[in-house]
């Protein structure tokens, strides 16, 4: 794995914050109507991309996730003014507008969705590794989950094909304690989810969602088992979003004590404290450099309500078949 450096602490802030305020922004243009259709925040996630990708082979490695998709395809090198114009459904986005919030997608960096079926992306994950070992292409995919995802009969067919044939996924579970409005504790006799990977062999852990050089270091190792040809990893990732489920959620399942808890541990917070006490960096050039991703993400709100709205003949070009 690349060595975890000052630098390395520095980028991981800068990108952590850019998504944060990009998610920030997605709220306010939702309540101002400008959003439309459902809306699945990431704050509080954001170590999780930050480690991730510094553990991938940015040149060959894929992710697949779920609906809550905004910031992993940035995190892969997605332009995010492309991804601000999809969700405001302009043509200039990911997928000409017509995708929306929850299906992103970009080929050209080996992001493959945003997917809006709850655990629909777990064995279409499986898929896309089993070609690349057909194909001897040397990569991993990582395929991402929710915790409510786990109930889902595909996660254990997946599981069971992915080990017979020692496919190159890793299966990595965002452990944010609820899905939709349940918490684990209701859901399951088994709450350390990760254990379920240990009925395939899997080799199977846990992990600390809120730290990205936690992150890094367990999806390095599971990463790179894959790409030896040793079969899958099932990681599951502990965090918190801080956020309700989607923007519709009045969070009536939790109270703000808990909230307020979980926000003490917020990842960014903890690398702005950390930066500043070994002196990597000043209180005056982490205000600059705040104040000018703020403005990069306005840029990206101006690029998205400039470019114009798909036509109806895009939706045959892209969706529909048309006879002609």
Same mark, same amino acid.
């Given at each position: =794995?690349?060595?975890? &450096? ?48 510094? /553990?991938?082979? $940015? ?9 809550? %998709? ?8 997605? +332009? ?11 043509? &200039?986005? @990911? ?6 919030? =929850? ?8 992001? *493959? ?7 629909? #992306? ?6 896309? /590794? ?5 194909? +001897? ?14 109930? #889902?009969?595909?996660?254990?067919? &997946?599981?069971? =094909?992915? $080990? ?8 990595? %579970?965002?452990?944010?304690? *609820?899905? $939709?409005? &349940?918490?684990?504790?209701?859901? @399951? ?10 009925? *395939? ?45 989607? $923007? !519709? ?16 541990? +917020? ?32 840029? %990206? ?7 114009? @709205?798909?036509?109806? !003949?895009? =939706?045959?070009?892209?969706? *529909?078949?048309?006879?002609?």
């Amino acid at each position: =794995m690349k060595e975890i &450096t000052t630098k390395t602490y520095i980028k991981w802030f800068k990108n952590m914050f850019f998504w944060r305020k990009f998610e920030d922004k997605c709220r306010s243009l939702y309540l101002k109507r400008k959003i439309r259709g459902f809306l699945h925040l990431y704050n509080g996630q954001e170590s999780i991309p930050a480690g991730l990708t510094h /553990a991938m082979d $940015m040149s060959k490695d894929k992710i697949i996730t779920a609906y809550r %998709c905004h910031i992993l395809p940035i995190s892969m090198g997605v +332009d995010p003014k492309k991804v601000m114009a999809e969700l405001l459904g302009k043509v &200039t986005g @990911t997928s000409y507008g017509m995708g929306g919030s =929850m299906h992103i997608f970009s080929k050209k960096h080996r992001f *493959y969705g945003g997917h809006g079926i709850v655990g629909g #992306q777990i064995p279409l994950g499986a898929g896309i /590794a089993f070609a690349d070992k057909y194909f +001897d292409r040397d990569a991993v995919t990582l395929t991402l989950m929710g915790d409510g995802a786990i109930r #889902q009969g595909s996660l254990h067919e &997946t599981f069971n =094909m992915a $080990m017979l044939w020692k496919l190159p996924v890793v299966f990595i %579970c965002e452990n944010n304690q *609820y899905a $939709m409005g &349940t918490s684990v504790k209701r859901s @399951t006799n088994i709450e350390d989810l990760y254990k379920i990977g240990h009925s *395939y062999g899997m080799p199977s852990f846990p992990v600390n969602g809120m730290d990205p050089k936690e992150v890094a270091i367990a999806s390095y190792k599971a990463i790179e088992r894959a790409r030896k040809g040793n079969g899958s990893t099932f990681l599951e990732v502990r965090t918190y979003r801080y956020r309700g489920h989607s $923007m !519709s959620d009045a969070e009536s399942y939790r109270s703000k004590e808990e909230v307020l808890f979980y926000k003490k541990k +917020d990842p960014i917070l903890k690398l702005k404290k950390l930066i500043l006490k070994n002196k990597w960096e000043t209180v005056d050039i982490l205000n600059s450099i705040e104040n000018k991703i703020k403005e990069e993400v306005d840029l %990206c709100v101006d690029f998205a309500e400039r470019s114009d @709205t798909p036509s109806l !003949s895009k =939706m045959y070009d892209f969706v *529909y078949y048309h006879e002609s």
